[in-house]
């Protein structure tokens, strides 16, 4: 419509509607703001969820009247939860990503009774826990060594990036889904760094002791060829260059998460969770050696 012959009463109303359309704006401000949490509530969120599952009391947590818990990427009740069974944890490492709001953190349980390793995603809104979310791997699970995980994890430095060193949200989310498009794409460039150690239940690409490091560790050590990995889903955390992505592995579907450390654009760690539906995911299961003695 030329707006030279709108016509005094269609500018009035096009005025109206303009600053109509600025009170929903700004009343629609704080709603936008209440989607991103702070680091703190966030550690505090974690925090809580670790001392629950130490005791095996969920009360612990701020847990809102509706939250929802999935574990292995189901439904399931709170009563029915691992959240109930109290675990000795040996260590866990925590991202937080406060502009989704929401929480990933590593648990490792070596107990001889049932040794386990977790991956659990918990989601804020406002003071509150409105899901949570695990991946409950042990024995059956892929190269799964509760002991080894336990002794490189715990090994690795995920200090906190100074600012203006930081990659950029969209720069460690590239990183990660180069990695993962090479499972279904050989062809597909990934920045590699030098060194990088890759996790993968209790076995470790480094060469050395934990905590060893050495130019000549490499992730780049093959990944299966043909296997999509889909349905994935962020959790950046730009102050660990860190970025964790929950999907479906393969062809079976198989609940998975992949934790990686990103500095400088490259990939420094990889860490890997995969949820078998048979031993092992069906591969033939061979002794996983313990690590190497410093």
Same mark, same amino acid.
């Given at each position: 419509?030329?707006?030279?012959?709108?016509?005094?009463?269609?500018?009035?109303?096009?005025?109206?509607?303009?600053?109509?359309?600025?009170?929903?704006?700004?009343?629609?401000?704080?709603?936008?703001?209440?989607?991103?949490?702070?680091?703190?509530?966030?550690?505090?969120?974690?925090?809580?969820?670790?001392?629950?599952?130490?005791?095996?009391?969920?009360?612990?947590?701020?847990?809102?009247?509706?939250?929802?818990?999935?574990?292995? %990427?189901?439904?399931?009740?709170?009563?029915?939860?691992?959240?109930?069974?109290?675990?000795?944890?040996?260590?866990?490492?925590?991202?937080?990503?406060?502009? +989704?709001?929401?929480?990933?953190?590593?648990?490792?349980?070596?107990?001889?009774?049932?040794?386990?390793?977790?991956?659990?995603?918990?989601?804020?809104?406002?003071?509150?826990?409105?899901?949570?979310?695990?991946?409950?791997?042990?024995?059956?699970?892929?190269?799964?060594?509760?002991?080894?995980?336990?002794?490189?994890?715990?090994?690795?430095?995920?200090?906190?990036?100074? %600012?203006?060193?930081?990659?950029?949200?969209?720069?460690?989310?590239?990183?990660?889904?180069?990695?993962?498009?090479?499972?279904?794409?050989?062809?597909?460039?990934?920045?590699?760094?030098?060194?990088?150690?890759?996790?993968?239940?209790?076995?470790?690409?480094?060469?050395?002791?934990?905590?060893?490091?050495?130019?000549?560790?490499?992730?780049?050590?093959?990944?299966?060829?043909?296997?999509?990995?889909?349905?994935?889903?962020?959790?950046?955390?730009?102050?660990? +260059?860190?970025?964790?992505?929950?999907?479906?592995?393969?062809?079976?579907?198989?609940?998975?998460?992949?934790?990686?450390?990103?500095?400088?654009?490259?990939?420094?760690?990889?860490?890997?969770?995969?949820?078998?539906?048979?031993?092992?995911?069906?591969?033939?299961?061979?002794?996983?050696?313990?690590?190497?003695?410093?």
């Amino acid at each position: 419509m030329d707006m030279f012959n709108y016509g005094r009463d269609g500018m009035l109303r096009k005025i109206a509607g303009l600053a109509l359309g600025s009170c929903i704006a700004l009343t629609a401000m704080p709603a936008m703001a209440q989607q991103s949490c702070t680091r703190t509530a966030l550690e505090e969120a974690t925090q809580s969820y670790v001392a629950a599952q130490q005791a095996g009391n969920p009360s612990l947590i701020k847990l809102a009247p509706d939250a929802e818990l999935q574990e292995q %990427m189901e439904p399931i009740t709170l009563a029915a939860a691992l959240l109930n069974k109290p675990q000795k944890i040996d260590f866990h490492r925590a991202i937080h990503d406060t502009q +989704g709001c929401e929480s990933f953190v590593e648990v490792i349980i070596t107990d001889p009774a049932h040794p386990y390793v977790l991956g659990t995603r918990i989601k804020l809104t406002g003071d509150l826990v409105r899901e949570i979310e695990t991946l409950v791997t042990d024995a059956d699970d892929w190269l799964f060594k509760a002991s080894n995980t336990l002794a490189y994890s715990r090994a690795e430095k995920w200090d906190m990036i100074p %600012m203006e060193k930081q990659d950029s949200r969209e720069t460690i989310i590239a990183a990660a889904d180069a990695y993962l498009n090479l499972f279904n794409d050989p062809t597909v460039r990934v920045p590699w760094g030098s060194p990088c150690a890759r996790l993968e239940g209790g076995i470790y690409t480094a060469k050395g002791a934990p905590g060893v490091v050495s130019k000549e560790d490499s992730c780049a050590v093959g990944v299966p060829k043909n296997t999509p990995l889909v349905d994935r889903r962020y959790l950046v955390d730009q102050d660990l +260059g860190s970025v964790v992505v929950l999907l479906r592995f393969g062809n079976s579907s198989l609940p998975d998460s992949h934790l990686f450390r990103v500095e400088n654009g490259l990939l420094r760690y990889v860490h890997t969770i995969t949820v078998c539906k048979t031993l092992n995911c069906g591969f033939p299961v061979k002794p996983i050696p313990n690590p190497p003695r410093g």
